[in-house]
């Protein structure tokens, strides 16, 4: 079986981008299950019901979140829905679910869980700690884990995916939003890919409009920014999968350009 993963979407460029490559890779790789990082999706930063159903729609079966989890308050509507997650090493007191049992469509379970590290990113349990606790339980239902590794720093990451190699299916980054060129397979059978990269727009500072960015730079003052408009960078992965063993087979990058009209605005 195959699964799709895409890096986290950024604004409505992100979305669009996606959504217009979305069909055609589909049916290029026939996919059993899409994954993507939805948690700068609205207006680049955090996540709305409408686009959460939007993404469903097209036949997004789960959507991982971060560190932006929370950052727009309508999220609290949907949180308790399970094809959202959250990083599973959130304390327990936080709302939401942190990994899932799914059906592919194929009807074989996979199952997702999403981490977050610890270092420059908001302060929560040992991802390594929880990873093992959830592998264990995971495990016990579903041979396919998935791992969205949701990390500031490459050494983390690439921690994390050698922790698990062997126990997960794959271990891919995202957060970042800088597409790496490392995709292999672990010898214990994990794929690895230190970030997936970004699903956003291509003439940016991941994904932000330059002259808002580079003020911040300029000044070291905090000031706002917006998404930046213009073409779409499409990034992922597919992951080739032995439903038997549960180890990966193959991981392959995705990355594709998408014109857009410059004049899209983030309406949603």
Not at 107 to 133: E, S
Request: proline residues 5%.
């Amino acid at each position: 079986m195959k699964i799709f993963f895409f890096g986290d979407v950024i604004g409505r460029v992100g979305r669009e981008g996606l959504l217009q490559v979305l069909p055609r890779l589909k049916q290029i790789h026939q996919p059993d299950f899409i994954i993507v990082n939805a948690e700068n999706a609205a207006h680049g930063k955090g996540l709305s019901p409408k686009i959460a159903e939007e993404l469903w729609a097209e036949g997004v079966d789960v959507l991982t979140m971060g560190n932006h989890t929370f950052d727009r308050k309508e999220i609290g509507a949907i949180m308790d829905d399970p094809r959202i997650l959250r990083p599973a090493n959130y304390p327990s007191a936080v709302a939401g679910h942190g990994s899932g049992i799914y059906k592919s469509r194929s009807g074989i379970p996979v199952a997702v869980l999403q981490l977050m590290g610890r270092v420059y990113m908001p302060l929560t349990d040992c991802p390594f700690q929880t990873a093992d606790r959830e592998m264990a339980r995971l495990k016990e239902q579903a041979k396919i884990i998935f791992v969205d590794v949701h990390a500031e720093i490459t050494s983390e990451k690439a921690g994390l995916a050698w922790h698990l190699d062997g126990r997960a299916t794959a271990a891919i980054g995202s957060h970042t939003h800088v597409q790496t060129a490392d995709e292999r397979l672990l010898p214990g059978g994990t794929a690895f890919l230190t970030d997936a990269g970004a699903c956003g727009p291509i003439d940016s500072i991941i994904g932000m409009d330059i002259p808002t960015a580079l003020k911040r730079f300029l000044t070291g003052l905090h000031s706002p920014m917006n998404v930046a408009t213009g073409d779409a960078m499409v990034c992922g992965c597919v992951i080739d999968v032995d439903e038997t063993s549960g180890k990966a087979r193959a991981i392959t990058r995705l990355r594709e350009r998408v014109a857009l009209p410059a004049t899209l605005s983030e309406d949603r």
